[in-house]
């Protein structure tokens, strides 16, 4: 199993990016770019930090028709992305339509993996916006089985939920999790959170690591401590 630190760079622009990047000098890093960073530099900042040496999860969370999924997916693939996602709520058809776009004519292609509910959804959002009256781990599991089939290679979740999914879906079916602090550091938005030590002990196979890494006093100190703690 591969375990490994993925730092969250929610940054508002490139020029942010690098100079958080330099930080950490000849180091080579697996990087998630977001939403807000892809929306604002483009394809580009990809390709730059690509570039670098550094390997990137392109968070982006597709969700829409099979068809558009796959073609967009096609373009990430050969955008030579480490790690992208969908939304395991645009159900099975879509996410092996994701599957067949993400993978090249030599057989290889980045690993794909799904969110189940996002970590700002609870059971009360779920039952009364998204009518879905199931309990939330189960509806998690659930989402996992069915990416599991559609031959996603893993789910972004809680720590406290990697356990059970390794359970539902395989010891090698990936978890990726952020919602992780060190000891001490502010929680913040996230409302469930653990140490990358804790991490660890509950079977997670990737952390996301935001502010806890970019807001620290020295960032690369900050890696070493999270990697040290979860990678041992
Ligand atoms: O700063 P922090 O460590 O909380 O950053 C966590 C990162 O993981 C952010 O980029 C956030 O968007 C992302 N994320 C999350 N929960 C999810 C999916 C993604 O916190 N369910």
Known sequence: MSRDVIIAC????????????????????????????????????VREIKSRGHRIFLDLKLHDIPNTVEKAMRVLSRMDV???????????????????????????????????????????????????????DEVVTEYGRMAADAGIDGVVCSPLEAGKIHSACGENFLTVTPGVRLAGDAAGDQKRVTTPAVAAELGSDYIVVGRSITGAANPPEAYDRCCREFMG
Request: glycine share 10%; with cysteine; net charge negative.
């Open 82 to 136: 480490d790690m992208c996602n969908v939304h395991a709520g645009g159900g099975r058809t879509m996410m092996e339509a994701a599957v067949r776009g993400l993978t090249r004519e030599d057989g290889t292609r980045p690993v794909i993996i799904a969110v189940t509910q996002l970590t700002s959804t609870d059971e009360k959002t779920m039952r009364e916006e998204l009518l879905i009256d199931r309990p939330l």
């Open 10 to 45: 929610d940054f508002a622009g490139r020029e942010e990016t690098m100079e958080f990047l330099d930080l950490f000098g000849d180091r080579k890093l697996f990087v998630k770019i977001g939403m807000e960073l892809y929306y604002s530099c483009g394809p580009e900042i």
